[in-house]
């Protein structure tokens, strides 16, 4: 819909650019991300969209891609931010028939919302849940757009991931059972993930009983996806998944020594 009169700008100005101008780059205002984005039309306010401003807040957890917050606002929820930059560099040190995607498909966090999205977390069932952080849609930031998920605590505080539990007690009665329950659900609910990593699962305490969570990894990772359309080769991929788990485990308390796969 045109303008019928000038737009107003204001921000920031970068030191190359002309205050007094009329036409500016996309460039041309610092810190474009901080404080609240306000359209108007014709003088007239007709949407404002507040960013979560994350500036000297400290992440609670990094990973290669992502950094993990704690939503300034509400305590439970976890905000997952791509590192300022990173999809740049991922998609340079691609192989050279991968440049020629774009961006967006290797942002874990739309991958994360498409894994959300998967055909056995549609159902309407309150069980779905039981190993799973919730999701609660992409959020915008002041450094990004971040994937939005529930925060799994313990009395307050962030849960340790099954990792950290394991190099601390092994493999105890307690968590053998725990892990025995999660994969059960795993191939009831056929629910698709990557590969699970000891620290893409947390230790969650209820009624002091220990569940399994996922906080991170969901999604299938086959090359033809005939798991997200087909039980049959779902329940053999689920199967796998949990395979390679326990590979992993053994392999993470034995040293790390040799391919876990």
């Not at 190359?16 to 036409?23: C, K, L, R, T, W």
């Not at 290669?64 to 040190?93: A, Q």
Request: proline share 3%; net charge neutral.
């Amino acid at each position: 819909m045109p303008l019928t009169s000038s737009p107003t700008i204001t921000g920031t100005l970068n030191e190359d650019i002309n205050a007094s101008g009329s036409n500016y780059t996309a460039n041309s205002f610092k810190n474009a991300f901080q404080g609240a984005l306000i359209l108007e039309v014709n003088g007239s306010e007709v949407h404002e969209t507040s960013l979560i401003n994350l500036e000297g807040i400290t992440p609670f957890a990094e990973g290669g891609n992502r950094m993990c917050f704690v939503h300034p606002d509400n305590s439970k929820r976890c905000l997952k931010v791509i590192h300022p930059g990173l999809l740049k560099e991922i998609k340079k040190n691609k192989s050279w028939y991968k440049r020629f995607r774009s961006l967006e498909s290797f942002d874990d966090n739309l991958r994360e919302q498409e894994a959300y999205n998967q055909k056995a977390l549609k159902k309407d069932d309150p069980d779905m849940w039981t190993h799973l952080a919730k999701w609660h849609g992409m959020t915008e930031t002041n450094i990004g757009m971040a994937s939005e998920t529930e925060l799994i605590t313990n009395n307050g505080e962030i849960a340790e991931t099954l990792e950290t539990y394991l190099f601390r007690e092994g493999i105890t009665e307690e968590i053998k059972l725990a892990i025995q329950e999660f994969q059960t659900w795993l191939e009831k609910h056929l629910i698709l993930t990557k590969n699970l990593i000891p620290h893409n699962l947390v230790i969650s305490q209820r009624n002091e009983k220990i569940i399994i969570k996922i906080i991170d990894g969901l999604g299938s990772q086959a090359f033809i996806p005939l798991p997200s359309y087909s039980s049959f080769f779902a329940k053999r991929y689920v199967k796998r998944r949990i395979q390679l788990m326990w590979s992993r485990i053994h392999w993470d308390l034995s040293g790390r020594k040799g391919n876990w796969k």
